[in-house]
């Protein structure tokens, strides 16, 4: 809940046909407050309807009962299922009181009463959701009428958007084999190359279990970005940096370590980083060992670089 707006950001809500909020899992997990949760919720939907459209469809869903997902069957569930209970009807009241749709989950289950995997809950998820949303927007759109199409995104470095495309399908062969090595010599989970643009960090590879991008204010690189010089971080958990970050608590990310990464101009553009589950002693990590493998990733990415168009034949300057 404390990540929603961030993930969200300042991007334009104007253009969507509809918004849905299904969140809550976590907070029936570790029983977070009644009042706290509502605080949380209340936020994000002052914060996101009033950007969008009058026509638009937002729905908040209901957190599923937990013994729905295998991971937390058991015990787990039997201790949460009340708190899950009082949060619905709070994330209810709220809907309602808002004018906002609230749709009721129940559990997932398959033929026979059997339990869903982890990927078919998913689904199942899915398509409870589309179901409802196709109804209701067919019911407040009957003519939708068709809205020109979108400009294509503008990007802060020509190179980004091709580096992010490529992750999307495996990632850039150069940089999964530096990933790779480094996370053999360093002796962590991942090691990634970030890109920043906007108020967002896009990922250049390892997105098969990292997300494509995160908010830029929720990022580890951020501070080596801002710095521009490398950054290690023993021990996210203590650091003040990162005390009220809900990534450190999702993502199980300890230890950072980051060394800048440059456009050929010399503008920091984003990093080259170490992730690990495991505390460790900063010293433990040899910068020049980091700056070996930045480089080199840094060389690679400045190969997707566009080049600057020259000016148009004729043009005349004024030197003042």
Known sequence: MRSSRAWIGSRDLSDLDALVVAIGVNDALRLTPVEDFERGLADLLANTVSRMRPDAVVTVTSIPPVGSLPAFDGTIA??????????????????????????DVSAFTGAGGRPLGPAESYAELGRRIAVDLGTQLVATRPDPKPRPPQPDKLWDWSGTEEIVELAAQGGAQELNRLAHEAQEAFRVELAV????????????????????????????????????????????????????NPLVELSYINFYAGYPLRATDGTVIGSFCLQGSRARDGRTVSIDELRGYALQAQIEIQRYEKPTAPPPTGARYSFG
Do not use: W
Request: proline share 6%.
């Open 193 to 244: 190359v970030s890109l920043v643009d906007g108020d967002r960090l896009y990922y250049g590879n390892n997105t098969d279990v990292m997300p494509g991008s995160v908010p830029l204010d929720l990022s580890f690189c951020q501070y080596t970005v801002a710095a521009g010089e490398p950054v290690i971080v023993p021990d996210t958990r203590r650091d003040p940096r990162f005390a009220d």
């Open 78 to 103: 039997k201790i949460t299922a009340a708190h899950r209970d009082v949060l619905n009807g709070s994330a209810r009241r709220l809907a309602e009181s808002r004018r906002v749709r609230y749709l």
